[in-house]
C-alpha cells in the first residue's frame, strides 16, 4: 500500500526557519497537502495543492513540492505553531487517500 | 456557521456494530463531498472513507477489508459510517470533514470527533 514518509519530530528555536518533509512516490503527479493539529483539537489545513495557503493561515506557512518529496515551510516559527504535521495525499490511482505519519514540531 | 457534529461514538464489544453519524448545517451540504478520518489514542491521523455529493464515488481505506459502509442523505443533511466486525485496533476518535476537491483530499472543515472503543 501507499506511503507517505515525514520525520517524526522536528525542533526549532523560536524565529527560527522549520522545515518538514514528506516523500511519496506518487508526489510528481499528485498534489501534497499539509493539516496542523494542536493537542486536543481537530486538524486545520495549512497548506493545499502543494503550496497554496488557504485564508486565515499566516503568510510564514509556505510549501513546495518537487520530485518525489513536499516540503512545509515555517518561516519564522512561533512558539504558538507547536503542534504534529500531516502531510496528504492520494495514489497514482486516486482512489486511496494516506496521511503521512505525523512530525512533532517544537518550538523553544 | 459551517458546523459538522459527530455522534454515534461509544464503547462496543469486539465484534458488534456501531453507526457513526455526522450532522452537518451552514452549508449545503449536498455539494460537498465528504470524509471520515480517524485517529487511534496518541497515533496519527488515518483516512478512513472518502464519499462523493451525490453518492456516486465512494472510497474505503484497504485496512477496513470491507467491515465498514459509508453513506449519506443530502435530504437530512446527514453524513454515515457502518462499522461491523469491530476489533479492538478499530479503537479512535472519529472525524468528518468536508472536501472542497474533487479529489477529497482538502477538507475545510472538521467536527471535533466522536470516540469509539472496542473493548470487553
Known amino acids: 500500500s501507499y506511503e507517505l514518509t515525514q520525520p517524526p519530530s522536528v525542533s526549532v528555536s523560536p524565529g527560527q526557519t522549520a522545515r518538514i518533509t514528506c516523500s511519496g512516490d506518487?508526489?510528481?503527479?499528485?498534489?501534497a497537502y499539509w493539516y496542523q493539529q494542536k493537542s486536543g483539537q481537530a486538524p486545520v489545513l495549512v497548506i493545499y495543492?502543494?503550496?497554496k495557503r488557504p485564508s486565515g493561515i499566516p503568510e510564514r506557512f509556505s510549501g513546495s513540492s518537487s520530485g518525489t518529496m513536499a516540503t512545509l515551510t515555517i518561516s519564522g516559527a512561533q512558539v504558538e505553531d507547536e503542534a504534529d504535521y500531516y502531510c496528504?495525499?492520494?495514489?497514482?490511482?486516486?482512489?486511496?487517500?494516506?496521511f503521512g505519519g505525523g512530525t512533532k514540531l517544537t518550538v523553544l | 456557521e459551517v458546523q459538522l457534529v459527530e455522534s454515534g461514538g461509544g464503547l462496543v464489544k469486539p465484534g458488534g456494530s456501531l453507526r457513526l453519524s455526522c450532522a452537518a448545517s451552514?452549508?449545503?451540504?449536498?455539494?460537498?463531498?465528504m470524509n471520515w478520518v480517524r485517529q487511534a489514542p496518541g497515533k496519527g491521523l488515518e483516512w478512513v472513507s472518502s464519499?462523493?455529493?451525490?453518492?456516486?464515488?465512494?472510497y474505503y481505506a484497504d485496512s477496513l477489508k470491507g467491515r465498514f459502509t459509508i453513506s449519506r442523505d443530502n435530504a437530512k443533511n446527514s453524513l454515515y459510517l457502518q462499522m461491523n466486525s469491530l476489533r479492538a485496533e478499530d479503537t479512535a476518535v472519529y472525524y468528518c470533514?468536508?472536501?472542497?476537491?474533487?479529489?477529497?483530499?482538502?477538507?475545510?472543515?472538521w467536527g471535533q470527533g466522536t470516540l469509539v472503543t472496542v473493548s470487553s
Open positions: 470533514a468536508r472536501a472542497v476537491d474533487t479529489a477529497m483530499v482538502s477538507y475545510d472543515y
Open positions: 451552514g452549508f449545503t451540504f449536498s455539494r460537498y463531498s
Open positions: 506518487a508526489l510528481p503527479k499528485k498534489y
Open positions: 496528504y495525499s492520494t495514489d497514482s490511482s486516486g482512489n486511496h487517500r494516506v
Open positions: 464519499i462523493s455529493s451525490g453518492s456516486s464515488y465512494i
Open positions: 495543492e502543494d503550496n
